[in-house]
């Protein structure tokens, strides 16, 4: 039987175990805990019925930013964070968001290019990661 896969919003706090436990577990928990968590638009992909990845959004005006996209390592290469991500990508197109941009691992560039993301010039480092700007324009005549 194929596993069962939803995509809701939750929670802010929701989201902040799976981002800790996928890509700051060295770290304190609060550390995952965004300033401006509580202004964004979070959604979580449950896999048969348990919390298996986490994406926040956050918009000014219509340009989006998202943030923190994680899937628990046990549940990665299934194909669950390009799920998650043609969901935000078809809610920006639903917001008529002009761009959505993120701050990309260096390492991670190759998924995002896959969605039409392209690279800026915009390159540094937190943490102990590299990161550059990655951002994707919507034809809104589509």
Same mark, same amino acid.
């Given at each position: 039987?194929?596993?069962? !896969?939803?995509?809701? %919003?939750?929670?802010?706090?929701? $989201?902040? =175990? &799976? =981002?800790?436990?996928?890509? /700051? +577990?060295? @770290? +304190?928990?609060?550390?995952?805990?965004?300033?401006?968590?509580?202004?964004?638009?979070?959604?979580? *992909?449950? @896999?048969?019925?348990?919390?298996?990845?986490?994406?926040?959004?956050?918009?000014?005006? #219509? !340009?989006?930013?998202? =943030?923190?996209?994680?899937?628990? $390592?046990?549940?990665?290469?299934?194909? *669950?964070?390009? %799920? @998650?991500?043609?969901?935000? @990508?078809?809610?920006?197109?639903?917001?008529?968001?002009?761009? *959505?941009?993120? #701050?990309? =691992?260096? #390492?991670?560039?190759?998924? /995002?290019?896959?969605?039409?993301?392209?690279? $800026?010039? $915009?390159?540094?480092?937190?943490?102990?990661?590299?990161? &550059?700007?990655?951002?994707? /324009?919507? #034809?809104?005549?589509?």
């Amino acid at each position: 039987m194929d596993p069962l !896969i939803q995509v809701e %919003q939750i929670f802010p706090s929701l $989201t902040w =175990r &799976v =981002r800790h436990e996928v890509m /700051y +577990p060295e @770290l +304190p928990f609060d550390s995952v805990k965004l300033a401006d968590d509580f202004n964004g638009i979070h959604f979580g *992909l449950y @896999l048969d019925h348990k919390l298996t990845g986490v994406v926040s959004l956050f918009q000014k005006g #219509n !340009i989006y930013q998202f =943030r923190k996209l994680a899937i628990l $390592t046990s549940a990665q290469k299934l194909g *669950l964070g390009a %799920q @998650l991500m043609r969901y935000i @990508l078809d809610f920006c197109k639903i917001q008529q968001a002009e761009k *959505l941009w993120c #701050n990309a =691992r260096v #390492n991670a560039t190759g998924f /995002y290019t896959k969605f039409g993301f392209i690279k $800026t010039d $915009t390159i540094f480092s937190r943490d102990g990661f590299d990161f &550059v700007v990655m951002e994707k /324009y919507f #034809n809104l005549i589509e």
